[in-house]
């Protein structure tokens, strides 16, 4: 074996090896471990969960019960899974039944696009991702104003694709749709945010 197969081997006993301590200390609900997660993950989930409901109360309450159900089904998870994909589908399953106890809807009606006068205020990240890193100064605000107003499943996939830097299988994971679907999704929903982007800039 050459060295490129022997260091692709050694990442993913690595690899292996911290998804297996993850289980573990999640059985265990390791309160270290939980709060080395929480503060990996705090700032990511709280933007998703904004981006979900469109309000910064809504989003603490669920972002509090996102991580009292990781402690209680903490045991649940598979060290094959990729840990933000389980935590996102955890805390998009809260966001549904929440908004399903207050008013039964279907899922996009529990999705909806944002009022004219609200924006998505997104919480600063210690590192910037994909999506920030493309859109910056005057242009991000134009973006925040687009994506506010695309259709609630475009919006999600384009925040879990470019946002969160999702693959398109964890993606379809987190939303719970066929991998087809998330494909069009992502490509509609940027085909309309740059239309909306032109038509601002017009």
Not at 26 to 54: E, H, V
Not at 172 to 181: K, N, Q
């Amino acid at each position: 074996m050459d060295r490129m197969g022997l260091a692709n081997c050694w990442l993913m006993k690595t690899v292996e090896q911290e998804a297996g301590s993850l289980a573990r200390g999640l059985r265990q609900r390791d309160p270290a471990l939980i709060d080395y997660l929480i503060q990996q993950y705090q700032y990511r989930l709280f933007r998703y969960l904004l981006m979900l409901t469109g309000k910064r109360e809504e989003a603490e309450d669920l972002f509090q019960e996102t991580w009292m159900r990781v402690l209680e089904k903490g045991h649940q998870y598979k060290p094959r899974w990729k840990f933000e994909t389980w935590l996102f589908t955890i805390a998009r399953h809260l966001a549904i039944d929440f908004r399903r106890r207050r008013q039964p809807q279907s899922l996009d009606a529990l999705l909806q696009p944002l009022g004219t006068n609200q924006t998505l205020e997104l919480e600063d990240s210690a590192s910037s991702s994909a999506f920030e890193q493309a859109f910056q100064g005057e242009e991000a605000a134009s973006v925040a104003a687009a994506l506010a107003h695309l259709t609630p499943s475009y919006r999600e996939v384009l925040t879990l694709r470019f946002h969160e830097g999702m693959e398109l299988e964890e993606i379809a994971r987190v939303v719970d749709s066929p991998l087809s679907t998330v494909k069009s999704r992502l490509y509609r929903g940027l085909a309309t945010l740059r239309e909306w982007l032109q038509d601002i800039n017009a």
